[in-house]
C-alpha cells in the first residue's frame, strides 16, 4: 500500500473519531452562545421575571451539574470505556435538553441545565481522553485540536438560530426552539459511535490485545497489523501499561498522589482551565451582549449579526492553529495566544471607557475590531490547547482520573465566570477587561516557567518527559520512521 493510500485512510478514521466527540465542543459553545443570545430576548427575561441573579444562576446551572458528575466521571470512563461514556453523556445532553426546552418555570429551566452539565461534565472527560488515544501519533495534534476548534461550529450554530427565532419574539418560542436544537449534536453522535473503535490502549489494557491490535492498523492506515510503526506503537502501549499495572500501581486519584511525577502531570494538566476559561473569552461568550452594549451598539438584532461573524471568525483561526500546533509546539502556540490576548483585552478595556458612551460610530466599530482581534488570537492558541494538551501529559492509568480533575477545575472557573462578572459589569463597568487583563500576566508567566513541550511524541514517549526513563525498549517513533524513510530514498536513487 502507497504512503498516499495510507494517508487517506489515516485520515478517514481520525475525521469520524474526532466528529463523533463534537457531543464535548459543540455543545459547550452552543449552550454558551444560546445564553448570550436568549438573555437579550424580550420573551426569555419576561417568561422568567429575570434579574441579574437568577441570569447568572440560569447560565451557572450548566457547570453546576458538570462539577457534580466530575468526581466520578474518571471512573466511569475507566471502567465502561470511552465509547460507552460518550454514549451516555449524549443522552443526558437531550434529556437536558428536552426539559429546558419545555420548561414551565424558571426551577424546571434550572434542572435541564444541570442535567446538560451532567452530559458535559462526562463528555469533556471520556472524549478528551478517547481522541488522544485513538489517533495516530502523527495526527494526534491536529485531531485534539479539531476537535475542541468545534466549539465555533456550536457558537455559529447558536447564533444562527437564535437569530432566526429572535423574529418570534415576544412569542416564546423565541427562546425554546434554541434550548431545543442543542439535542442536535448528541443525536447525530449517537447515531456515529457505533461504527467507532473502543480506544486501544482501554482494549489492551483490559486484556483485549487484538482488539487493541487492529484498532491500531485501523487508526494508522494500514494495510496489515505487520506495518512496522503499528508494531512499534503497540510494543509501546504493552510495555507501558505492563509498568503501569507492576508494583501496585492502580488506576485513579491514589496513584496521582501517591507519585511526584503524577503530581506534576495533574498540576499541568488543570492549568489549562484557568487558561482558557478565565483569560476573558468567556465574558464575551457569555455577556457579549453587555460588552457590545457598554460599546454603545444597544440593538439585538446587530448584537447578533456580530456574533455571527464572530462565530465564524474564530473557526477559521482555531483551524489555523491546529494545523499548526504541530510544528510551532504546545508552549509556542500558548505563549503566543496568550500574550496577545492580555495585550487585546487592555486595549477592549481602553476603547470601552472612551467610546463606550460616546456617539462617536468610528470609536464603537474600533472596540468592536478589538474584540474580534481578541477572540482570533483566543482561538489560534488556546483554542485547540483546550483539550489538545491535558490528555497529552497524562499517563494511561491517570488519564480518565485526571481529565475528570480537569472537568471539575473547568467547570469551577466557569461558575465564577457566570457568577462574578454579572457583578463586576454592574460595579466597575469597563475596568472588569483590565482586571482581568492583568491576571492573563501572571499565567503568562506561569506557562513560561513551568510547562513542558510534548510534540512529535507518542503518548508513552511523554511519560519519559516526567518519570525520566521510557517504560519500552523500543526505539520512538521518530527514528524509527526516518530509517525507514531513509530506506525508501536510498531504495529511489
Not at 103 to 121: P, T, V
Not at 219 to 247: C, H, R
Not at 336 to 350: A, D, R
Request: aromatic content about 12%.
Amino acid at each position: 500500500m502507497d504512503k498516499y493510500t495510507q494517508s487517506l485512510r489515516m485520515s478517514l478514521a481520525t475525521a469520524l473519531v474526532v466528529s463523533v466527540c463534537i457531543v464535548d465542543s459543540v455543545t459547550i459553545a452552543y449552550d454558551g452562545s444560546v445564553m448570550g443570545s436568549v438573555n437579550i430576548m424580550e420573551s426569555y427575561g419576561a417568561y422568567f421575571s429575570l434579574n441579574t441573579a437568577t441570569i447568572a444562576v440560569n447560565t451557572t446551572a450548566v457547570y453546576l451539574g458538570s462539577i457534580m458528575i466530575a468526581p466520578f466521571a474518571g471512573w466511569i470512563v475507566d471502567w465502561r470505556g470511552r465509547k460507552e461514556a460518550i454514549a451516555v453523556s449524549c443522552a443526558f445532553n437531550i434529556i437536558g435538553a428536552a426539559i429546558s426546552g419545555g420548561a414551565q418555570n424558571i426551577a424546571m429551566f434550572i434542572a435541564g441545565r444541570m442535567i446538560i452539565g451532567l452530559g458535559m461534565g462526562l463528555a469533556q472527560t471520556s472524549a478528551s481522553s478517547y481522541v488522544s488515544e485513538t489517533t495516530a501519533p502523527k495526527v494526534r495534534s491536529l485531531a485534539l485540536g479539531m476537535y475542541f476548534t468545534c466549539w465555533a461550529l456550536g457558537s455559529f450554530l447558536a447564533t444562527g438560530v437564535c437569530y432566526g427565532t429572535q423574529q418570534l419574539d415576544p412569542s416564546n418560542w423565541a427562546w425554546r426552539i434554541p434550548c431545543l436544537v442543542q439535542m442536535f449534536a448528541p443525536i447525530c453522535v449517537l447515531l456515529i459511535l457505533p461504527f467507532l473503535p473502543e480506544s486501544p490502549r482501554w482494549l489492551v489494557y483490559n486484556d483485549r490485545q487484538e482488539e487493541g491490535l487492529d484498532v491500531l492498523r485501523r487508526i494508522n492506515g494500514a494495510a496489515s497489523s505487520d506495518d512496522p510503526s503499528v508494531q512499534l506503537q503497540y510494543q509501546e502501549i504493552i510495555d507501558t501499561l505492563n509498568y503501569e499495572k507492576a508494583d501496585g500501581k492502580s488506576i485513579g486519584f491514589r496513584e496521582i498522589v501517591s507519585n511526584a511525577p503524577n503530581r506534576k502531570r495533574l498540576y499541568l494538566c488543570l492549568s489549562v482551565a484557568p487558561l482558557t476559561m478565565l483569560t476573558g473569552s468567556n465574558i464575551i461568550t457569555y455577556y457579549y451582549g453587555t460588552m457590545l452594549s457598554q460599546a454603545g451598539i444597544t440593538s439585538s438584532k446587530t448584537q447578533m449579526e456580530i456574533n455571527l461573524v464572530l462565530s465564524a471568525w474564530q473557526f477559521v483561526i482555531a483551524c489555523a492553529g491546529s494545523i499548526l500546533a504541530e510544528g510551532l509546539g504546545r508552549r509556542f502556540l500558548c505563549l503566543s495566544s496568550l500574550g496577545l490576548c492580555t495585550i487585546l483585552f487592555y486595549c477592549v478595556g481602553g476603547m470601552t471607557a472612551k467610546f463606550g458612551t460616546s456617539d462617536n460610530s468610528s470609536g464603537v466599530y474600533g472596540t468592536v475590531a478589538f474584540i474580534f482581534l481578541y477572540m482570533g488570537a483566543y482561538s489560534f492558541g488556546l483554542t485547540p490547547l483546550t483539550n489538545m494538551y491535558p490528555p497529552e501529559v497524562l499517563s494511561y492509568n491517570i488519564r480518565a482520573t485526571g481529565m475528570g480533575m480537569f472537568t471539575l477545575t473547568a467547570k469551577a472557573c466557569g461558575v465564577f465566570v457566570t457568577m462574578v462578572f454579572p457583578y463586576m459589569f454592574e460595579a466597575i463597568g469597563w475596568k472588569t477587561y483590565i482586571v482581568n487583563a492583568s491576571w492573563n500576566i501572571l499565567f503568562f508567566v506561569w506557562v513560561f516557567l513551568y510547562w513542558v513541550e510534548t510534540k512529535g511524541k507518542t503518548l508513552e514517549e511523554i511519560d519519559e518527559l516526567f518519570d525520566g526513563i521510557k517504560h519500552s525498549d523500543t526505539p520512538n517513533l521518530s527514528a524509527l520512521e526516518e530509517k525507514i524513510n531513509a530506506t525508501e530514498t536510498t531504495y529511489e536513487v
